[in-house]
């Protein structure tokens, strides 16, 4: 099993800052993409940003330019810095993560969650 904790979220005024971040840990041997994704009330759940093992990225079109994921493979972490937040950022925001298991298994996890609320 692979377990995701994300951490970072929290109330912003907007053209603030914040940085999520997610760890992923247990029987892991390779992870292949990993990503974040939101959803707001009464809407469906939509990929942010994605970052494959080579370094990789898409963006949504919405989060272009002011959102920047990465990733540290040594840690299998991966963060998204969030800039000039905007108040349509406010959602619950989800860490995913898909890769290998040492015994040859595909897993396709993903975390609890975090509530980026963007708001004066």
């Known amino acids: 099993q692979v377990q995701l904790v994300e951490s970072g979220g929290g109330l912003v005024q907007p053209g603030g800052s914040l940085r999520l971040s997610c760890a992923a840990s247990?029987?892991?041997?390779?992870?292949?993409?990993m990503g974040w994704y939101r959803q707001a009330p009464g809407k469906q759940r939509e990929l942010v940003a994605a970052?494959?093992?080579?370094?990789?990225?898409n963006y949504a079109d919405s989060v272009k330019g002011r959102f920047t994921i990465s990733r540290d493979n040594a840690k299998n972490t991966v963060y998204l810095q969030m800039n000039s937040l905007k108040p349509e950022d406010t959602a619950v925001y989800y860490c995913?993560?898909?890769?290998?298991?040492?015994?040859?298994?595909?897993?396709?996890?993903w975390g609890q969650g975090t509530q980026v609320t963007v708001s004066s």
């Open positions: 247990g029987t892991i041997l390779t992870i292949y993409g």
């Open positions: 970052v494959g093992m080579s370094g990789t990225t």
């Open positions: 995913n993560a898909g890769g290998r298991s040492p015994a040859g298994s595909i897993f396709n996890s």
